[in-house]
Every structure is written in structure tokens, then in C-alpha cells.
């Protein structure tokens, strides 16, 4: 698509990756498979790109392109090599904008989940331990009494046996517990990050969204600067170059806001009848996801 002059911010795809110290392994043996999931995942810039009005899109890109390439051909004349036109360093402002502070947001969350991680490690580990103190109060008694009887009564090695093997049965008993609780505290601590980790997503999901739309009216206001700074004075209208610029600018705005919001209302529509929690768009999770879109682009032949 040419100079993108007027382009599309998407959705980023990201990811926030957690690590709870000490149970990854342990729990890949014990934890039973996650439950279905009721998250969607739609790839807009399909679902975009199949929309029906997408052609007019581009086709209204087109002509602003060739437009904005003679208005940029006159104002280069006499200035050859001078460096990027007005609206291609505001469209390339705009993307370094965005990267680093989503990047930032990125971060924060990321030191956000670690956090929780580390205290959610903590809490399970107080946890076991007041467990293993709590059984220490049953199966201590038992084994000092069978200890002291094999030190102060002078037995056999067939009479020490049995209560050798009495205290080999209490102490594994004692540890088959606490292995038992410790998976119980895994699975627990696994879910609540679990839960913790899609709220990140969906927070970063949501970010990026007003991101974008807050870049994209910046730039359209910074265009319009541009356009303006061209049109000569006295020749405000549509017949200028300048001013056909500004009708395609605003032409092009209108029909990608109306095909991003009907691919909302398709995907919320497709989401209720799959009986989805939630839709991202484009955002990669650790969770099992269904891919919606060609559900969405369904929608745009009926």
C-alpha cells in the first residue's frame, strides 16, 4: 500500500512471560490439563483486509498517495535530498511513539507479575511450613518414643526390625503429606497466576487500543497542519490539491473507523453465540484461545 499515509495502527501482539521460582517442573508432572478456554482471538489484520469497504480503502490511499507525492515533488524542488516528507516523518513519529510506550507499559506490567510471583512463592512457602510444623506435632511424639525404645532396650536384630520398619512407615507418611499439600499449593498458586497473567494481557490489549487511537488522532491533526501549511492562501477548498488531500484524508479516517467498528460488533456477536469470556486481538497468551476470525469474516457475507 503506498506512503500509508493514512494507515491502520494495529493492535500490537505482545506477551508476558512468568516463571514461579522452584515449581516449573515439578508442576509439568502433577497439575491435571487446564480446562477448555473461553478466551477468542480474532487476527485483525485479516479480518480488516476482508472487510468489504476495505477496498475503498485502499483505494482512496491510492489517490491520497499520488496526491501527497506531487504535493511533496513541488515542495522538494530546489531542496533535492533534503531528508523525509512532512507526513512520512509524523507517520514514522508517531510508530517510534507508540513502540516505546507501549514498551513501557510492556515493562511495567511485566515487573508488576514478577512481583506477585515472588509473593505468591512466599505465601505457599509459609504455607508448607506451617504444615510440616503442624505434622511435626503428630509424628514427632511416635518417632522419638520408637528411637528411644531401639537406644535404651537392649534388642535383637530380628526384635529391632519391626519398629525400625514402624519408624520408616511414619516418617514416609509424613513426607507423602507434605509432597501432597506442596502439589495442592502448586496447582493453587499456578491458577491464581494464571489469572493475574490474562489480566495483564487483556490491561496491555486495552492499552494498546487507546494507544492507537490516541497516535492516530495526533498524526491526523499533524497532517492537517501539513495540508493546511500547503494549501495556498486564498485557495481554501476542494478544487487545491491540498484541499482534495484533507476530503481523502478524512474520507479514509471515516471508513477505517467504521470497518473496525463493525468487525466489533461481528466479533462480539460471534463471541456470544461460541460462548467466548473474552476476545483479544492478536494478543498471544498461555492459555488455550480460539481463533474467531474466519467466524468474523463469516459475518461480513451475510
Known amino acids: 500500500m503506498p506512503r500509508n499515509c493514512a494507515r491502520f495502527f494495529l493492535v500490537a501482539a505482545f506477551s508476558a512471560f512468568l516463571v514461579i521460582a522452584g515449581c516449573g517442573s515439578q508442576q509439568a508432572k502433577t497439575t491435571p490439563p487446564p480446562a477448555q478456554s473461553k478466551i477468542g482471538i480474532i487476527a485483525m489484520d485479516r479480518a480488516i483486509k476482508a472487510h468489504p469497504k476495505y477496498a475503498e480503502v485502499q483505494r482512496l490511499q491510492n489517490d491520497y498517495a499520488v496526491l501527497a507525492a506531487r504535493v511533496d515533488a513541488e515542495r522538494a524542488q530546489g531542496s533535492a535530498g533534503a531528508g523525509l516528507s512532512p507526513a512520512a516523518g509524523a507517520e514514522q513519529a508517531a510508530a517510534k511513539e507508540f513502540d516505546a510506550r507501549m514498551g513501557a507499559k510492556q515493562s511495567e506490567v511485566k515487573t508488576r507479575l514478577q512481583a506477585a510471583a515472588e509473593q505468591t512463592n512466599r505465601e505457599m512457602a509459609a504455607e508448607l511450613d506451617a504444615y510440616a510444623r503442624e505434622l511435626d506435632q503428630e509424628y514427632q511424639p511416635k518417632l522419638f518414643s520408637l528411637q528411644l525404645k531401639l537406644k535404651t532396650v537392649q534388642l535383637s536384630k530380628e526384635e529391632a526390625a519391626p519398629i525400625q520398619a514402624e519408624m520408616d512407615k ?7 503429606k507434605i509432597a501432597a499439600r506442596q502439589r495442592e499449593l502448586f496447582a493453587k498458586a499456578d491458577d491464581v497466576m494464571k489469572g493475574k497473567q490474562s489480566d495483564a494481557e487483556k490491561e496491555l490489549a486495552a492499552y494498546a487500543q487507546t494507544l492507537n487511537s490516541e497516535l492516530a488522532g ?3 491533526e499533524r ?6 501549511r500547503l494549501t495556498p492562501p486564498g485557495t481554501a477548498g476542494g478544487g487545491t490539491e491540498a ?10 479516517a471515516s471508513l477505517q473507523e467504521f470497518i473496525l467498528s463493525d468487525i466489533r460488533d461481528k466479533a462480539a456477536k460471534v463471541a456470544v453465540q461460541s460462548d467466548l469470556d473474552t476476545v483479544l486481538a492478536e494478543v498471544k497468551v498461555n492459555v488455550n484461545a480460539t481463533d474467531i476470525t474466519d467466524a468474523v469474516i463469516a459475518e461480513f457475507k451475510k
Request: net charge neutral; charged share 30%.
Open 170 to 176: 511414619l516418617q514416609q507418611e509424613r513426607a507423602d
Open 218 to 220: 495526533k498524526l491526523a
Open 223 to 228: 497532517q492537517a497542519e501539513t495540508v493546511n
Open 243 to 252: 484541499g482534495k488531500m484533507a476530503a481523502l484524508q478524512r474520507d479514509i
